[in-house]
């Protein structure tokens, strides 16, 4: 028993040293560049599956060991981890981070959530719809982290879980404001932020004044059990809808998760001969529909789970009625917390400006239904990658404060160093791990390629050919969503998109109908807690246990399917033409028909 208990303390070191031992036995099995790169492949699985090491060290792989192997060389291995994708990756994360340096995504969210009322079912549409829209552009990570205290003080009002039995803040810090303390008469407590004007701290005092009644005679009835089930629901599904709806948002746009940047950066090298099918715009213009639909019968769900189906409930966050004292306090709370935040401010007015120019940008650049400003320059030379860098290298030039000649005379023009809007100091918070994990999957797509791996594998791969494409894609579309609840979904795609553009050659079918559903599947990781950094950061608050997270996240895994396969099989088939197997699709070595 303790030789087991040791070995299972040690189980990282021994499967880093075992593995790539144990699967020496491939290519000494089977001699040729193949196996090599096989060996290579299958190497990269089992530590981006178990993290024996971190995923990023991981993707060195293939710059180690191909050169090795004979089955690329080093220069040609290492331009893999750089490409236009990988610094559209960049660019992107780098206005994101310019977003939230300036706090311009806590600034609409909270707009958002005054808009829609704190009625539960309102709120949870709002959290959902903000979270959504921000994690199509900046990380689902940050989206989440960001929103989450606000749903945590929220639910406190929606609750009256103020700290202690007397329903107090003490000294409690909400989103980033402190509340004080004041004074206290009959037992009401009244409150103050550090930061409010004596207008608000009057009307505090009389918030507290307001629901002095109403916690009296709140104490005065002992809760029943259903009451208390149905507030535990309440928090429940408050919590979770969030990171749910940054999965789903992430899927919207080609920036949006690193899963939609792999097949955007492999789908070039697998297929040289494709014309630029996916870009930002075609990505958009197919995956927002989809989203948005995922979206909406996701809300129904999660909030029929723990709020209970009601048309009469609906209707109600259409009309905007508080119906309790608690409702009104909480949206008071998001109200005054807007406030705190204070006039707009020119950084994030640049910041907008900069982000909207951007979209727009990349939209309009190839949008297909009409001429592109692309067509302005050389033909191929400019790509997404272009504008994100051109983009985000503007922010750290352009200044964080009004210049002084746009300055009004009554405003101050005292003559100071202006600062950029980031700094090169901002970038530790970038995500540079991300961008070596992307290298690793091009790396390996590239490899496949060159060793002929890929089209052994389609001929493995050719019993499929009886199966009818639909149920093909849906299979594989089922097995990425189970794979992604337990490993990283960059990797997971990483892994499969050469795998899936092999088959697809194989059994001639167009290469997107067997890779755009599977590569939207791996966001689609809603069942456990370390499926996905948002996950687990709602499980931190305590709130959830694991079977709350299964029994909502299947469903939940289901409808995003279902979605997938619908509107691969329908709106998919006409935007890509997915009914035809393309001539660029025809392996090199071999002639169609």
């Known amino acids: 028993m303790k030789f087991l208990s040791a070995l299972w303390r040690y189980r990282s070191t021994l499967v880093f040293l075992l593995t790539p031992i144990v699967l020496l036995a491939v290519p000494l099995a089977i001699p040729g560049k193949e196996a090599l790169c096989g060996y290579c492949m299958i190497l990269m699985g089992v530590y981006w599956m178990t993290e024996v090491i971190p995923l990023a060290i991981t993707s060195f792989i293939p710059l ?31 206005i994101a981070l310019a977003v939230e340096t300036t706090n311009l995504h806590k600034r609409i969210s909270l707009k958002v959530l005054t808009l829609v ?12 719809v903000t979270t959504f829209f921000l994690s199509m552009w900046i990380s689902n990570t940050a989206t989440t982290a960001m929103l989450l205290p606000i749903v945590e003080a929220v639910i406190k009002e929606l609750t009256l879980e103020r700290g202690n039995k007397n329903d107090s803040y003490e000294n409690h810090s909400v989103s980033g404001v402190t509340l004080e303390k004041t004074a206290s008469t009959n037992g009401t407590q009244f409150y103050k932020s550090r930061t409010l004007s004596e207008e608000d701290e009057i009307e505090t005092k009389e918030d507290a004044i307001e629901t002095t009644v109403e916690v009296k005679s709140q104490a005065e009835v002992e809760p029943s059990q259903k009451q208390i089930n149905a507030k535990l629901k309440m928090k429940k599904g408050l919590t979770l809808c969030v990171p749910y709806a940054a999965s789903i948002g992430g899927t919207a746009t080609l920036t949006g998760t690193g899963p939609n940047l792999v097949l955007s950066g492999q789908f070039p090298i697998l297929f040289p001969d494709a014309p630029p099918l996916i870009s930002f715009a075609s990505w958009f213009a197919y995956c927002l529909p989809s989203a948005l639909v995922f979206f909406l019968v996701s809300y129904i769900w999660i909030s029929s789970l723990y709020l209970g189906f009601s048309v009469r409930e609906y209707i109600g966050c259409i009309q905007r009625k508080h119906k309790t004292q608690q409702e009104i306090n909480a949206n008071r709370l998001l109200k005054r917390e807007y406030k705190n935040l204070g006039p707009i401010k020119w950084s994030e007015l640049t910041v907008l400006l900069v982000f909207v120019t951007t979209a ?12 592109g400003w692309a067509m302005l320059f050389e033909e191929g030379y400019v790509d997404d990658g272009t504008v994100a860098i051109g983009m985000a290298s503007l922010l750290f030039f352009l200044p964080d404060v009004k210049p002084m000649f746009l300055r009004r005379k009554d405003e101050d023009t005292k003559v100071r160093p202006v600062g950029s809007i980031l700094k090169w100091s901002d970038m530790k918070k970038f995500p ?18 060159e060793s002929g791996l890929s089209q052994w594998l389609g001929d493995e791969l050719r019993v499929l050919e009886k199966l009818d494409t639909w149920l093909i894609s849906f299979i594989v579309t089922i097995i990425l969503c189970a794979f992604t609840e337990f490993t990283s979904n960059v990797a997971t795609a990483s892994l499969f998109v050469p795998i899936l553009a092999t088959l697809a050659q194989t059994i001639q079918v167009h290469p997107l109908y067997l890779l755009i559903p599977p590569v939207l599947a791996t966001s689609l990781a809603f069942m456990l807690p370390v499926a996905t950094p948002p996950n687990a950061i709602a499980f931190s608050y305590g709130r959830l246990k694991v079977i709350d997270m299964i029994k909502a996240g299947a469903f939940m895994n289901i409808l995003g399917i279902a979605t997938i396969t619908i509107f691969i099989n329908t709106y998919g088939v006409a935007f890509f033409h ?16």
């Open 64 to 94: 180690i060991l191909f050169p090795l192997f004979g089955i690329m060389t080093a220069d040609d291995v290492s331009r893999s981890y750089l490409t236009n994708t990988n610094w559209l990756f960049v660019g992107g994360l780098t």
């Open 117 to 128: 009322g704190a009625n539960p079912r309102c709120l949870m549409f709002g959290f959902m």
């Open 360 to 371: 727009l940008l990349w939209f309009f650049r190839e949008p297909g239904f009409m001429p």
């Open 432 to 449: 540079w791990n991300v961008v070596l994990l992307l290298g690793g999957g091009f790396a390996l797509a590239e490899g496949a390629t």
């Open 578 to 593: 997915l009914n035809e197997f393309p001539d660029w699709a025809v392996p090199s070595n071999t002639t169609q028909g």
